[in-house]
């Protein structure tokens, strides 16, 4: 089992940076991918970004490409680097964790989840 707490959300203006961070405890670290999703109110969870168990793969969803960046360190945290955000990135955004060895998933199947962390962008 692995718990993950995301960080790092807030209100911003539209073309600022956010920087979010997803800690994770329980098993091994960098045995799992990790995905990052958003979810406005009814809606469903909507694939952001995703990043192999090793780091050396990264998939975007085309909505964010070369606005967003997923990374991991060594240690226990995934990040996800926001820039350019728009107004209609504001959404609640969750971090999830893999099975060990999967591959990338751009669907919602992962195996924890965190608790959110709310992101606003104004125009």
């Known amino acids: 089992q692995v718990q993950l707490v995301e960080s790092g959300g807030g209100l911003v203006q539209a073309g600022d940076s956010l920087r979010l961070s997803c800690a994770a405890s329980?098993?091994?670290?960098?045995?799992?991918?990790m995905g990052w999703f958003r979810q406005v109110p009814g809606k469903e969870r909507e694939f952001v970004a995703a990043?192999?168990?090793?780091?050396?793969?990264t998939s975007y969803a085309d909505s964010v490409k070369s606005r967003f960046t997923i990374s991991r360190d060594n240690a226990n945290t995934a990040y996800l680097q926001m820039n350019s955000l728009k107004p209609e990135d504001t959404a609640v955004y969750y971090c999830?964790?893999?099975?060990?060895?999967?591959?990338?998933?751009?669907?919602?199947?992962?195996?924890?989840w965190g608790q959110g962390t709310q992101v606003t962008v104004s125009s």
């Open positions: 999830g964790a893999g099975a060990p060895y999967d591959t990338i998933k751009c669907t919602p199947h992962y195996h924890n």
């Open positions: 329980g098993r091994t670290f960098n045995t799992y991918p």
């Open positions: 990043i192999s168990w090793s780091g050396g793969s």
